[in-house]
């Protein structure tokens, strides 16, 4: 993915095979409606720049019989966020020959969410490999309250044979 790779052009640098960890005390990120400044006290852990954020209003078929948000449909916020970032980039991150699959995901749930709540998704570039990548991920509240935090990594592979390939781009 082109602007995976060029990840120090848009919201933060990337190191080549390692780990982001670019301290930004002002970066600005994409909201899918408008830009927003972040502030350094809204950083993820260990600093890394928020590249996605995506506002996200609950609907009450969120709800459980405790009437919170089923845990079940944070998967499904995270899921809808990176879809929304990828398309977002302009690169071309699914093709005919190669697809991102899921090899891992990390889900810390902190709080219940609560109806109404607005919420949003923020995710952070942890990792970028030969052929993974590790976002990061939240899920917080107006007040900057994390409801839910971890991680994912996805790896590209050749349709045919599943078998990892290269990051497009």
């Not at 260990?46 to 609950?58: A, G, Q």
């Not at 089923?70 to 005919?96: C, D, K, P, V």
């Not at 902190?110 to 952070?124: A, C, G, K, Q």
Request: glycine share 6%.
């Amino acid at each position: 993915i082109e602007s995976v790779h060029d990840l120090e052009s848009g919201t933060c640098a990337a190191a080549e095979k390692g780990q982001i960890r670019q301290k930004n005390r002002n970066t600005e990120i994409s909201d899918m409606t408008e830009t927003t400044h972040i502030d350094a006290d809204q950083q993820p852990e260990d600093d890394l720049p928020i590249i996605f954020r995506m506002p996200l209003e609950l609907r009450w078929r969120d709800l459980d019989a405790f009437n919170h948000v089923n845990n079940a449909n944070f998967m499904t916020f995270l899921e809808e966020a990176r879809i929304r970032w990828f398309e977002s980039t302009g690169a071309q991150w699914i093709s005919e020959q190669i697809i991102p699959l899921l090899a891992a995901v990390r889900m810390n749930y902190r709080l219940p969410i609560p109806y109404p709540t607005p919420i949003y998704v923020e995710l952070f570039a942890e990792r970028i490999g030969n052929t993974s990548l590790t976002l990061g991920h939240r899920i917080v509240g107006d007040s900057d309250r994390v409801y839910a935090d971890g991680n994912v990594v996805m790896v590209w592979v050749d349709r045919r044979d599943g078998r990892p390939v290269a990051l497009p781009g």
